[in-house]
């Protein structure tokens, strides 16, 4: 993984700088809504409250969230740039390789044409936002989760128990899932070299036992992922739960007040998002960390290292 993101910052050092301080903007603005939500429920309960404070919650409410958007909005564009140029950077390369011949030897059409196609652009999307998505949703959970424990500890240590048991159900899953990935690639890359051979009847079996074993692959990736997300909801179902409940029970002994509990759940539901965005990034990181591996070694001149 180290050597993937190394390669990533050595073609695009500059224009990442950017995208990490578009990130960490956007996660600093992202417990500021939860703060406005439990002012204007504490507000309503407020026998001296008055509808032009309302109103200026609601108004600063807004524009955060529009702050946050339209710096999102931002980060998106650059870095799908920036993800669309690495992958004509690598698809270059590739074709050069194939041109000029890796080791004396000329690499077979077919895999040219998958690692050109599929292998390239989804290593290449992955680069461009390589760097600022993780810090997006890294911060942010520290941002929310911080805020909950500052007005609730109880409630904080709820919020961070949800995470670290997830982290570590995906982490083992996902070792399994890159085997059956890289073993994926291999086969479809045999399998259009034999397509785009000169006798394709000869080969004929051969090409359809190897879709049956992509299938194969593909069914326990499925198992594995599916089995995965059904053990990750159920925890953030406990984690609400728990939440509710313990928050109820405080409320009721007049330690919390509703709108606390109310920003909690909330906050919950802000976590669930980046929480599972770094599931899926890990995922991501994983898969791509093979692929970059696959690629890198139609790259590669003997005795000469990575291209």
């Known amino acids: 993984m180290f050597q993937l993101y190394a390669v990533i910052w050595q073609a695009s050092g500059r ?18 809504p939860l703060e406005f939500q439990k002012r204007i429920v504490n507000l309503l309960g407020d026998p001296n409250a008055s509808w032009q404070k309302l109103i200026l919650l609601g108004t600063g409410m807004m524009a955060a969230i529009l702050l946050s958007l339209g710096l999102k909005w931002l980060m998106g564009y650059r870095s799908g740039l920036l993800g669309e140029d690495l992958i004509r950077l690598i698809r270059a390369r ?24 599929a292998e390239a652009e989804e ?3 992955f680069a461009g936002s390589a760097f600022s998505n993780p810090v997006v ?27 670290m048991p997830q982290l570590a159900l ?26 785009t051979g000169d006798d394709m009847r000869k080969l004929e079996d051969e ?6 074993r992509i299938f194969q692959a593909r069914r326990v990736m499925f198992l594995w992922k599916l089995s995965t997300k059904f053990l990750l909801s159920a925890i953030n179902g406990a ?25 909690a759940v909330s906050g919950l539901s802000r976590i669930q998002g980046p929480s599972a965005f770094l599931i899926a990034f890990y995922r991501q990181v994983s898969a791509n960390r093979v692929k970059f591996e696959l690629l890198r070694d139609l790259l590669v001149e003997p005795g000469r290292g990575a291209a």
């Open 15 to 32: 224009r990442q700088i950017v995208l990490i301080f578009l990130s960490a903007a956007i996660a600093a603005l992202a417990a500021v």
């Open 207 to 212: 090409v359809m036992a190897d879709f049956d």
């Open 137 to 163: 949703q890294i911060g942010t959970l520290v941002s929310v989760v911080g805020y909950i424990a500052s007005n609730q500890p109880a409630l904080g240590l709820v919020a961070l128990a949800m995470i």
């Open 94 to 117: 590739l074709v050069r390789a194939a041109a000029h011949g890796t080791g004396g030897e000329r690499m077979p059409a077919g895999t040219l044409a998958t690692a050109v196609t």
């Open 239 to 263: 984690g609400t739960v728990a939440v509710l409940t313990l928050g109820g029970w405080m409320v009721l002994n007049r330690t919390t007040d509703v709108g606390t509990v109310v920003a």
């Open 123 to 125: 290593v290449g999307k």
């Open 170 to 195: 995906v982490y083992l899953s996902q070792r399994k899932v890159n085997a059956l990935l890289a073993r994926r690639v291999r086969i479809l890359r045999r399998a259009t070299n034999r397509i």
